[in-house]
């Protein structure tokens, strides 16, 4: 007799930094007045944080003025995948310290553009899913 697990499974927040600390890629969701901007970016965790290089533009505008921000992550397999979300607060680094810390990390930029700031996300939510894949569940028959 097999056991019926839940498609769905709710992380825990250590679960959900495991995850992050596995994945390279994610995607920053900021905004400028109503205006919803989204970015592809490579990223470390950093502590309970996430740590991100840019270069002057859009991304690193939008996040100087708004620094309330999205970011996500997630990855799967044939069988599984799984989606962690982040709402959070941006910060530019700025000062020595800060970017000496970042500098630690080891962040290298996958294209190969100029890319001198920093941007370091605080959580103050995370929440995190498994799935698992599988056929949708037998509804019955339908009138035909």
């Known amino acids: 007799m097999t056991v019926e697990q839940d498609p769905i499974t709710v992380l825990s927040d250590d ?11 994610g995607r920053l969701v900021t905004h400028i007045g109503d205006q919803l901007e989204i970015f592809p970016v490579n990223f470390v965790t950093q502590g309970r944080t ?19 921000v999205l970011f996500e992550v997630d990855d799967h397999t044939v069988a599984e995948g799984w989606s962690v979300v982040i709402r959070g607060t941006a910060h530019v680094l700025t000062t020595s310290d800060e970017i000496h810390e970042a500098d630690r990390a080891q962040l290298l930029p996958w294209v190969a553009t100029e890319k ?18 599988g056929p949708e569940p037998n509804h019955g028959s339908y009138p035909g």
Not at 50 to 64: N, P, Q, Y
């Open 50 to 68: 996430v740590l991100f290089r840019t270069a002057e533009g859009t991304k690193l505008f939008s996040t100087v003025m708004n620094d309330k």
């Open 15 to 25: 679960e959900s930094w495991d995850l992050l600390k596995s994945a390279a890629l």
């Open 116 to 133: 001198l700031r920093y941007v370091r996300i605080t959580a103050n939510e995370v929440s995190g899913r498994r799935f698992r894949f």
